[in-house]
């Protein structure tokens, strides 16, 4: 006789559970080892042959360190709130919970079958209100935090409401979504709605009007990376920007943490880097553009070339930039609104990567380039991103690809400054060769030249 | 310094998600009292959102604090949930806090993660994000969540498709389809075989629109093409794991996945090789049967040679686990098996280790094995076998002969014959004799261990 599987399955999978065998206590007489899947959201459809493949992976690896000696942690739960729960609840009428515990059901039938060795006493289910107790919980800590620079870390909020009493602003470093300026003692006679105010511009979990991702069909905001090509990746909605109050978490704050954090573990590189580039740091330098016949306003732009500002032949903001509305003049007035419309219903990243269609509009006013003295015109187009950076950059046609393709659309005007390329053809983007139509630079390396612009612009300020 | 990085927009206008616990009075935001949480979900008599465009928790009764100021009709992201679940884990019905001090303590950190590579920016930039603030305000321990982490590979579907002519319901065989203007439909993998024939009733109770459907057929049948993508109840490319389980058992459907290559590589599902694994699962019980199907071991002591086989796997294994490369530890238990069948060895001494070994990857066997051996469930309480490297040890080294370079025949000899017996060795074989030309040779070149190159 052949082995019966079916018996034999059976029989342990109720000897294990009776006999609590992959139960997990601390013990500290034995070293630890944490082996964790990432915890599936449990949809309708059950699990497919290929979502076992990490927790079969996960799980041959954790019952081998146990028997290798270490007390192993190797649990599973469900991520059980989520968007298609509750569009078949709109559909269906059906409450959300409902499906929910239905699909979580079938899903720890499967997985039990699969014979993993969870401790399902630890089990957690994102919805279960034992367990989101401790999300809203770590939400009102965020709440109540600030991010000191100075310490390089978060602090509570009290300790900067004694900081305004004592200080008002002065010597503060602190992420924020604005700087703000007030005078020791100003703090006090505040109303009680402009501190919350205040404190909400460096609270970690704040509110704020901010441009975000709407799918009307939806009927909700989506993230980032929720949205792909302009709509949305689950179920392929359109997705438009919109204006709206919402909260956020002062992520940003950690950019310089969530950086280095990533040389300390053994992650693949092509991950590392794909975080990276998701944080995306850059060096360079603020300058500030004055605007011609209104005094009263700068345009500030942030470069990491400051050594090619002789070759800034024209300005770019975003569609979204608070300053534009002063900058259109009246004629342009009806091109530009169009053009500002059009620009909404595209998403960020999309922006960012269609490097083809070229786009813009000309506002109909002039900055001053502050280096070269130069007039040059000031531009609107969606390559430009208003979150990024200022809002506004300088744009250097000769030596950035998407200033290039920007300045032959539109026929402006292309003036090299860096030697080294053919401007005729392509821009020419590497940082290194010597400066050339750039007055007291010319001769200069890129690094000399970036060195000597930016001591230009601080003993001139 | 600039980053790209936003700050990360943490409200949804939906309902099946977590409460805010914040209030608004004058306009302002305020949190909940920490004594007042869980802020439950409230019930809604509909999951739309208002008329006036307000989300679905403006719907709920009563959705004020006990003051009766408004509270938050937003709910948080996906993103919120999955991003500290980790940290509960290690303490998780604890009601006084997230986690004690003690557990985070112990268990400090995740060594290994395994998931999907769709949250490398999403999931895995919050989670770290959550854990250094948690890091800052004293509670966690490690600066960084996740020591190791790996992405296991997708599993891709293999799509049937059928071919329509274009404005009729007549579809036409793969072989033919260039003859005719057709648009691809994919169908239901389980309406073909596993030669990639239709089943041309079952397409035509499949769906209603199919009802009246004809065939323009290639020798007799219809054959659909194939395509290898995403796995996805839209393509109907949907294999269940389910059938298989109840067909081949879990033991077989675990070592089977884990075969189909290495676990960070995306690779399509091949239902083929499943009876190969499935032969394996059998052929590895038998050996601890006898003819008649008696679970029957010997006491006697192995031999060096069964030795070596054992210990050759338990290194194997042991190293293949760790790099996680386990399509490699399957290939492992195969050659074994097969070894130990040809040696006819069912010595306790070694099938006692090899139980211990297959536990992690057929865990349902393995423990009942383990119980007929006479071990106390459960194998997950035994320890690893120690590797033995004197087992593995070769005794005899195989010369690759050369006549003047060509290699012409192979030459077992133990490992510490001295130079002189391997010339004398080698030049009294048959096989010499045959290369050597009546002149003798010029010169014989012997590296130890290595080569033997003859000159003649």
């Not at chain 1, 109720?14 to 959201?41: G, H, I, R, S």
């Not at chain 1, 290798?68 to 989520?82: E, Q, S, T, W």
């Amino acid at each position: 006789m052949d082995y019966n599987f079916t018996e034999v399955e059976k029989k342990w999978r109720k000897f294990w559970t009776e006999n609590a065998t992959y139960k997990v206590t601390t013990d500290t007489t034995k070293p630890k080892f944490y082996v964790l899947d990432m915890f599936p959201y449990p949809s309708g459809a059950g699990l497919h042959v290929g979502h076992p493949l990490g927790y079969i992976g996960s799980d041959i690896y954790a019952r081998f360190k146990r028997l290798k000696g270490f007390n192993v942690l190797h649990p599973m739960g469900f991520d059980a709130y989520g968007l298609p729960a509750e569009q078949y609840a709109i559909q269906t009428g059906q409450h959300p919970a409902v499906t929910t515990e239905v699909n979580i059901k079938r899903y720890r039938e499967q997985l039990d079958l699969m014979g993993f060795c969870y401790d399902w006493d630890r089990v957690v289910r994102t919805c279960d209100p034992t367990y989101y107790k401790w999300t809203q919980w770590t939400f009102i800590q965020l709440f109540n935090s600030w991010y000191d620079r100075k310490t390089d870390k978060a602090e509570p909020v009290s300790a900067l409401i004694s900081y305004f009493e004592k200080n008002g602003t002065l010597g503060l470093e602190a992420a924020c979504s604005e700087p703000l300026f007030f005078i020791p003692g100003e703090w006090n006679d505040f109303s009680e709605t402009r501190k919350q105010e205040i404190l909400l511009n460096y609270r970690l979990a704040y509110l704020s009007e901010t441009m975000v991702n709407w799918c009307p069909y939806l009927g909700t905001v989506l993230a980032n990376d929720e949205v792909k090509e302009g709509l949305s990746v689950r179920g392929g909605h359109l997705v438009e920007r919109k204006l709206m109050k919402q909260w956020l978490l002062r992520i940003t704050a950690y950019s310089q943490r969530l950086l280095d954090g990533l040389d300390q573990v053994d992650w693949s590189e092509s991950l590392k880097e794909m975080q990276r580039n998701w944080i995306g740091r850059s060096e360079g330098a603020s300058v500030n553009f004055p605007v011609k016949g209104l005094p009263e306003i700068s345009l500030e732009i942030f470069t990491t070339r400051p050594d090619t500002i002789f070759g800034a032949t024209f300005m770019v903001l975003a569609p979204e930039h608070e300053l534009l509305p002063q900058l259109i003049t009246e004629e342009r007035l009806k091109a530009v609104n169009e053009y500002i419309h059009q620009a909404k219903n595209r998403s960020e990243r999309e922006r960012m990567a269609e490097v083809k269609k070229v786009t813009g509009v000309f506002t109909g006013s002039y900055a001053v380039n502050p280096i070269s003295k130069q007039d040059i015109p000031i531009w609107v187009a969606d390559y430009v991103l208003a979150g990024y950076g200022t809002g506004a950059i300088m744009a250097v046609p000769a030596h950035d690809s998407r200033d290039y393709a920007f300045a032959k659309t539109f026929s402006l005007p292309i003036l090299e400054v860096v030697s080294g390329g053919d401007i005729s053809e392509n821009s020419y983007d590497a940082k290194e060769g010597k400066l050339i139509n750039s007055g007291f630079i010319n001769g200069m390396e890129v690094k000399e030249a970036i060195r000597a612009v930016i001591t230009r612009l601080v003993t001139e300020k | 310094m600039n980053f790209r990085l936003r700050d990360a927009i943490f409200s949804r206008q939906r309902y099946w998600g977590e409460p805010f616990p914040v209030y608004y009075r004058e306009g302002m935001p305020y949190p909940i009292d920490e004594e007042k949480l869980p802020l439950q979900l409230p019930e809604v008599d509909s999951y739309l959102p208002t008329k006036n465009g307000e989300p679905p928790l403006a719907r709920a009764k009563n959705w004020v604090t006990e003051d009766g100021y408004p509270l938050e009709t937003n709910t948080m992201p996906g993103f919120a949930g999955s991003s500290g679940y980790y940290l509960r884990y290690m303490d998780p019905r604890n009601d006084k806090e997230y986690f004690s001090k003690d557990a985070v303590g112990y268990w400090q950190d995740v060594d290994l993660y395994i998931g999907g590579a769709e949250h490398a920016t999403g999931h895995l930039i919050y989670a770290r994000f959550w854990n250094k603030f948690l890091f800052d305000k004293g509670l966690v321990i490690k600066q960084e969540p996740f020591k190791k982490l790996v992405n296991q590979g997708m599993i891709q579907g293999r799509s049937s498709l059928v071919y329509r002519i274009k404005g009729k319901n007549e579809f036409v065989s793969y072989g033919i389809k260039d003859q005719y203007d057709t648009t691809p439909l994919n169908v239901d993998i389980n309406l073909v075989n596993a030669n990639d024939q239709l089943d041309m009733e079952g397409f035509r109770h499949w769906r209603a629109e199919f009802e009246n459907a004809s065939f323009i057929l290639e020798d007799g049948v219809y054959l659909c093409g194939n395509e290898v993508e995403k796995m996805s109840k839209s393509l109907h490319n949907v294999v269940n794991p389910d059938e298989l389980i109840e067909k081949y058992g879990a033991d077989t459907f675990r070592l089977y996945e884990m075969f189909l290559g290495p676990l960070e590589q995306s690779k399509p599902w091949d239902i083929h090789g499943i009876e190969g694994v499935f032969r394996f699962i059998r052929k590895c019980w038998k050996l601890f049967h006898n003819q008649e199907n008696e679970f029957c071991l010997s006491d006697e002591q192995p031999t060096t040679e069964e030795l070596k086989v054992l210990h050759r796997t338990i290194r194997k294994v042991e190293e293949d686990i760790e790099r996680l490369s386990f399509n490699t530890v399957v290939s492992t238990f195969m050659i074994c098996v097969n070894d130990l069948t040809d040696l006819k060895c069912n010595k306790r001494a070694v099938l006692k280790d090899l139980v211990i070994l297959l536990s992690p990857f057929a865990p349902y066997m393995a423990e009942e094995l383990w119980e007929l051996a006479g071990y106390p469930p459960s194998v997950a309480n035994a320890a690893y076998p120690v590797f033995i490297p004197a087992y593995v040890e070769e005794s005899f080294f195989t010369y690759p002969v050369s006549f003047n370079g060509k290699t012409r025949f192979k030459l077992e000899l133990p490992l510490n014959t001295s130079m002189e017996d391997i010339e004398k060795q080698v030049l009294a074989t048959p096989e010499a004799q045959k290369w050597i030309p009546p002149q003798g040779i010029r010169k014989i070149i012997i590296v130890p261990n290595k080569i033997i190159n003859i000159v003649v």
